[in-house]
């Protein structure tokens, strides 16, 4: 599975982003996708998922603003952030987790946010 993120780019604070995320090879295998997110000197953290069960998951810190949705006949997973802070800047990561648990999950390659003052 390979997994490629668009949408990153510099927004002042209170604006709008989405970013995307792509699914290629075995798709099949997915069992859910997902956002994540590093900032700076800190350690990866969920930002939004899909669970297994189809629901959805998010950070406190996000909750209200961000919005994840999904396309199954894209293989694709979205993310609309809305009202951004400049503590949203970071690096987001795409995620999906393998059908098979004993499996490694699959990472995209990242794309930056950065949101200025």
């Known amino acids: 599975v390979q997994l490629q993120a668009f949408g990153g780019g510099l927004v002042q604070a209170g604006g709008s982003l989405t970013l995307s995320c792509a699914a290629s090879g075995s798709t099949d295998s997915i069992d859910h996708m997902g956002w994540y997110r590093q900032a700076p000197r800190k350690p990866r953290e969920l930002v939004a998922t899909f669970t297994s069960s189809g629901t959805t998951k998010y950070a406190e810190s996000v909750k209200n603003r961000f919005t994840i949705s999904k396309d199954n006949a894209k293989n694709t997973v979205y993310l609309q952030m809305n009202s951004l802070k400049p503590e949203d800047t970071a690096v987001y990561y795409c995620?999906?987790?393998?059908?098979?648990?004993?499996?490694?999950?699959?990472w995209g390659q990242g794309t930056l946010v950065t949101v200025s003052s």
């Open positions: 995620h999906a987790e393998d059908k098979q648990w004993y499996l490694d999950d699959y």
